[in-house]
């Protein structure tokens, strides 16, 4: 069973910085769709970027431009780096590991940015 931990959340003021980290168990962030997701409370959880393993991205439209995912193949790490941040990012922010048809979660971690 492979284990997705997120860490990196935090409370940050709006036009701030965070980078959030993934790391998995086992070596699968070159091999699997690696995405990044986020609910709000009372929301659905939503897409925010994600990256196949072509290396191939894409974003969520309210997020283009701010955020950027990458990963490091020899950590087993994904990256989510987060610029500009509004409050309307405050969220719970979930990674995600794809290969149809497998799919694993993270915990979550909260992102939280005050106005």
């Known amino acids: 069973q492979v284990r997705l931990v997120e860490s990196g959340g935090g409370l940050v003021q709006a036009g701030g910085s965070l980078r959030l980290s993934c790391a998995a168990s086992?070596?699968?962030?070159?091999?699997?769709?690696m995405g990044w997701y986020r609910q709000a409370p009372g929301k659905q959880r939503d897409l925010v970027a994600r990256m196949y393993s072509d290396g191939r991205t894409n974003y969520a439209d309210s997020v283009k431009g701010r955020f950027t995912i990458s990963r490091d193949n020899a950590k087993n790490t994904v990256y989510l780096q987060m610029n500009s941040l509004k409050p309307e990012d405050t969220a719970v922010y979930y990674c995600n590991a794809d290969f149809w048809p497998t799919t694993y979660w993270g915990q979550g971690t909260q992102v939280t940015v005050s106005a």
């Open positions: 086992e070596n699968i962030v070159r091999r699997y769709t």
